[in-house]
């Protein structure tokens, strides 16, 4: 990875949320809620496909409809998920991403 995407990672000009929610105590909405009142000075943008605003932020249907690129993706939707999300991502420019979900597998893990 070259520091160009290092900065993408630890220095988002914009950053996505993929599964954002307002769905108490579910990843989603800790992030959510984190990303909105942690301080953060560029652009957020929530994607949640069955909602039009969460804690007074606008949604974004997917990936396409987001109005900013991402320089970072958290992303916390189900693992059958994140190989799409991630591919949509990387078509949209997005230089790096946070990947939080349960049941992905790996080398030696079944």
Not at 66 to 87: F, M, N, Q, S, Y
Request: with cysteine; charged share 15%; hydrophobic share 45%.
């Amino acid at each position: 990875m070259s520091a160009h995407n290092l900065d993408a990672l630890f220095a988002p000009r914009a950053i996505a949320l993929i599964g954002a929610s307002h769905t108490a105590g579910s990843v989603g909405e800790v992030v959510t809620r984190n990303l909105l009142q942690g301080g953060f000075k560029g652009s957020i943008g929530l994607v949640n496909p069955h909602a039009e605003a969460l804690d007074g932020a606008p949604c974004y249907p997917d990936i396409a409809a987001l109005p900013d690129v991402p320089d970072l993706a958290v992303v916390a939707t189900p693992a059958e998920t994140v190989p799409g999300v991630i591919a949509q991502l990387g078509a949209r420019g997005c230089r790096a991403a946070v990947v939080i979900s349960a049941g992905l597998e790996g080398p030696g893990r079944p």
